[in-house]
């Protein structure tokens, strides 16, 4: 495991080896216990290094949740995003698939094709709209 404010060494050997343009991925983090764990805070962190992209699907699954293969929450897609967009990130990675329950891989995490075009209007419009804000600092002990 890395915590967020050490991937600024990951993005300095990159740089060092002469790539600037790095972008971060939050997929979300697995303690063990079925479940994967998307650090808000952390990602807040990490887009003052680097832009940060949000794979919000992937954030659904829970490893080990069937038998044989993972298990994932895409009832909760849609609020999931939502979270990340109000970071003022640099997008999501979202899976999609015409049949979501017929998909090979990740399909209990995967949007089905048909809502997409919703569901990125939606994320654009919270995305437009914290990113109209002036920014509030709010670390002042005199508040």
Known sequence: FLAPHEMRHIIKKL???????????????????????????GM???????????????????????????????????????SGMALGLAGLFIEAHPNPNEAKCDGPCALPLAKLEGYLKQMKAVDDLVKSFEPLDTSAADL
Do not use: W
Request: hydrophobic share 35%; glycine share 10%.
């Open 15 to 41: 740089n060092d080896a002469g790539n600037d343009q790095v972008i971060l991925c939050e997929r979300g983090s697995s303690f063990g216990y079925n479940n994967l764990v998307v650090d808000m805070l």
């Open 44 to 82: 807040d962190d990490m887009k003052h290094m680097a832009p940060v992209m949000f794979d919000a699907t992937h954030a659904l699954q829970r490893p080990g949740g069937r038998s044989d293969s993972a298990d994932g929450r895409r009832a909760q897609a849609t609020e999931l995003a939502r």
